[in-house]
T-cell receptor, first 112, second 114 residues
Framework: DGGITQSPKYLFRKEGQNVTLSCEQN?????MYWYRQDPGQGLRLIYY???????QKGDIAEGYSVSREKKESFPLTVTSAQKNPTAFYLC???????????FGSGTRLTVV | AQTVTQSQPEMSVQEAETVTLSCTYD???????LFWYKQPPSRQMILVIR??????QNATENRFSVNFQKAAKSFSLKISDSQLGDTAMYFC???????????FGAGTTVTVRA
């Protein structure tokens, strides 16, 4: 079955560490997105990519980095520069056009 | 700035009753796209319904329907015959610039009581 796979489901980061969240899709979607979800704030866009080898910053890109070397993959790195990384991270993908997103099941990142 | 506002943090409804969730947005565009997403306790985001701004007819998907008021920039979701499985957080989302980026509201938690 087609879908989006995010891994790991839970991730713990020590202070000063970089961690990478995985997002893989087999839907043949061109566009991929990373959102951060915090209680009471809805979803906020971190980065997005509408084509391979190209990506743009969203509203809260500071302290994060991404790559898009393959159509199927859009990993997100949370760097040590992100001062408050504890959150639920959602990856999504879409076809070109406004038909809505398909979401992964999310990664819960906790700083310990 | 493009903003999406959901003014009801929480709502409770009796099983089989109807509940309406409100959403307002701000845009200077004439054509755009609006969505409602459901996030149950599993936290998996599920697309509920989609509305194109240039279509005057309100979208309907089974027990879910919208009331789209373009002039008022309002996009409410009505859940009819509420079921226990409708218990979830509901997010209003909008692509207000036709750039395929969705802006989300803060969400409304709906609890369906047996």
């Amino acid at each position: 079955d087609g879908g989006i796979t995010q891994s790991p489901k839970y991730l713990f980061r020590k202070e000063g560490q970089n961690v990478t969240l995985s997002c893989e899709q087999n839907l043949n979607h061109d566009a991929m997105y990373w959102y951060r979800q915090d209680p009471g704030q809805g979803l906020r866009l971190i980065y997005y990519s509408q084509i391979v080898n190209d990506f743009q910053k969203g509203d809260i890109a500071e302290g994060y980095s991404v790559s898009r070397e393959k159509k199927e993959s859009f990993p997100l790195t949370v760097t040590s520069a992100q001062k408050n990384p504890t959150a639920f991270y959602l990856c999504a993908s879409s076809v070109t056009g406004n038909y809505g997103y398909t979401f992964g099941s999310g990664t819960r990142l906790t700083v310990v | 700035a493009q903003t999406v506002t959901q003014s009801q943090p929480e709502m409770s409804v009796q099983e089989a009753e109807t509940v309406t969730l409100s959403c307002t947005y701000d845009t200077s565009e004439s054509n755009y796209y609006l969505f409602w997403y459901k996030q149950p306790p599993s936290r998996q985001m599920i697309l509920v319904i989609r509305q194109e701004a240039y279509k005057q007819q309100n979208a309907t998907e089974n027990r879910f329907s919208v009331n789209f008021q373009k002039a008022a920039k309002s996009f409410s979701l009505k859940i009819s015959d509420s079921q226990l499985g409708d218990t979830a957080m509901y997010f209003c989302a909008c692509d207000l610039s036709n750039d395929y980026k969705l802006s989300f509201g803060a969400g409304t938690t709906v609890t369906v009581r047996a």
